[in-house]
């Protein structure tokens, strides 16, 4: 049998004012957004590049970049876009050519299915045009792919 006036006692306290409630707070206050500071030209550059340089990856990190920083520097905004468009660009052509690939194996009995080598090539030409705009970014010139839809203006 447990004594309900000790001090493990589960019932209240005759000296809590609140009686068991907690006082009243404050409500919530979110906190005011700070608009971000414009990037250096060193940071500019170094942002822009790096947009370039993640198309090895595919198109996330433009993304990213360009959704990140395209507020705070002219030069990464006009870069990244481009990286950008040029991934979108790889990416359609990926589909068409694994569809193609599939297609043709299909209909082929697997014979047709090397056109998906052609993937392979695509990606070494991304890397190869990628670490060519990494290269003119970092020096602070603009690069323009050779072969790109614009579709992000």
Avoid: C
């Avoid at 790096?50 to 993304?63: E, K, N």
């Avoid at 090539?121 to 614009?150: D, M, N, T, W």
């Amino acid at each position: 049998m447990s004594n309900s006036t000790g001090p493990n006692a589960t019932g209240p306290n005759p000296d809590d004012s609140n009686r068991g409630q907690r006082p009243p707070q404050a409500p919530y206050q979110p906190a005011v957004p700070v608009a971000a500071a414009p990037l250096t030209e060193a940071e500019d550059r170094q942002w822009a590049s790096l947009a370039h340089l993640g198309g090895i990856l595919s198109f996330g990190p433009s993304l990213i970049i360009w959704l990140v920083f395209k507020d705070r520097g002219r030069f990464t905004n006009v870069e990244a876009k481009e990286a950008l468009n040029f991934q979108i660009t790889l990416l359609i052509g990926y589909f068409a050519i694994n569809f193609l690939a599939s297609v043709i194996g299909f209909l082929t009995f697997g014979i047709g299915g090397v056109i998906g080598v052609l993937a392979w090539a695509l990606y070494i030409v991304g890397v190869v045009f990628s670490v060519l705009g990494f290269q003119k970014a970092r020096e602070g010139q603009h690069y323009q792919y050779p072969f790109a839809l614009r579709l992000i203006k």
